[in-house]
């Protein structure tokens, strides 16, 4: 019998973030698929799928500034990968995630005939909707975390397949609180609030004196309450430290946990954090939460032209309404996120319907994303084998 020929597939994920997504898609791939193989830009985790890394992640995972200052040597190493699989073409190229590198480099793929796919939808919709056309040109068939950015895409005719988002089927819908808080040696009883207030070095300076300030404006009115704060690294929280020496705040009834921050959210009864990936986390733990951001003004000013939103917590974006408080740059002051917080406490019943609301959310995202992302490239491959055929 005939051996079927091995599928070469390119992949490059830039962040830890795509590196979790890449290799979950990748594993999905190889049970289903009898010969496979897979090169590109990988972290240690498509690395243990089988991804051959030609470069270290690392060199992708850089933003803001310091992206802007590396810009040549980020450039080569795309045209580097461009001529590469030019001259070893791949049956699919999927970029995963970090779009202002991969749909650059989609683009030149998919105009020399090489069929591409996009994992991980970039804010197109929210802001610099002028990209729609760079991602038309680039992408075969885009994949999204979200239904609304599937939505999105069909009104733009882009090839598109929601496949839901892997942490909704990582996160149990249930679990035990009390088992958390003594796993993390917290009160078992009384108010517990879980700072988060960033995890990059950026929106800890911005945030530290925000999030101490807070808790000490809810410590006066709330002595019994009690906080906790989870970090990333032993350096992140030490920025959060100093802001609490800064504004005498060591008395507060606090624990600092490190690398716990899933666990710190799910032990809470709030979240007042920092808008971004956590707050996806924490809805699908069903927190009620507080949401807030601070750039600064110049970035402020110079993003704000291209905004097409009006909400910016994805909670609030993905339950198409304002479920959530957020407050952004002068709203984010201490005595409005103190009472937002104290809001839920005092209107148990706000709470309640804030978790229903969150469970709807977490059921609608649990859609075993990496088998629905493998669906969606397996069909792609055939898609175009039958084109050929014809």
């Not at 698929?33 to 470069?55: D, H, K, N, Y």
């Not at 040696?185 to 004196?209: C, I, M, T, W, Y």
Request: positive net charge; contains cysteine; aromatic residues 8%.
């Amino acid at each position: 019998m005939k051996k079927s020929p091995a599928i070469k597939i390119g992949i490059v994920a830039g962040e830890a973030s795509g590196d979790l997504l890449g290799a979950g898609l990748m594993s999905e791939l190889r049970k289903r698929l009898s010969a496979v193989s897979f090169e590109g830009i990988g972290g240690p985790l498509m690395q243990a799928q089988g991804c051959r890394s030609l470069f270290p992640m690392e060199q992708l995972s850089i933003i803001g500034l310091e992206a802007v200052g590396k810009y040549p040597e980020i450039n080569s190493l795309r045209n580097t990968l461009a001529d590469h699989f030019l001259k070893n073409p791949p049956d699919l190229f999927i970029g995963v995630d970090v779009p202002d590198f991969n749909l650059v480099l989609e683009e030149k793929l998919k105009s020399a005939g090489i069929l591409t796919m996009h994992y991980v939808s970039p804010t197109v919709w929210a802001w610099r909707g002028y990209r729609i056309h760079r991602i038309k040109r680039a992408v075969d068939h885009m994949l999204t975390l979200f239904p609304f950015e599937a939505s999105f895409y069909r009104r733009h005719h882009v090839p598109v397949t929601f496949v839901g988002h892997p942490l909704a089927d990582q996160i149990e819908e249930k679990y035990d609180v009390g088992a958390l808080r003594r796993q993390l040696h917290l009160p078992s009883n009384g108010k517990l609030v879980a700072l988060l207030p960033g995890s990059r070095f950026s929106e800890l300076r911005r945030h530290a004196d925000l999030f101490v300030k807070t808790a000490q404006w809810l410590h006066r009115r709330h002595p019994d309450m009690h906080f906790v704060v989870p970090f990333v690294s032993a350096k992140t929280r030490e920025v959060f430290e100093h802001a609490l020496y800064r504004h005498g705040a060591w008395f507060l009834p606090l624990t600092i946990v490190t690398h716990h921050s899933r666990e710190a959210m799910a032990a809470s009864d709030i979240v007042l954090l920092a808008s971004g990936t956590a707050t996806l986390e924490a809805a699908l733990l069903k927190k009620p939460m507080v949401v807030t951001y601070k750039v600064s003004w110049l970035s402020y000013l110079l993003i704000t032209p291209f905004l097409h939103v009006d909400l910016y917590a994805l909670p609030n974006i993905l339950a198409g309404r304002a479920l959530v408080p957020e407050f952004i740059q002068s709203k984010a002051v201490p005595e409005t996120l103190g009472k937002a917080v104290e809001l839920y406490i005092s209107q148990p019943d706000k709470a309640k319907s804030v978790r229903k609301a969150l469970a709807e959310i977490h059921h609608t995202l649990r859609r075993k994303a990496n088998r629905g992302a493998a669906d969606a490239v397996i069909n792609l491959l055939k898609s175009r084998k039958r084109s050929k055929t014809i």
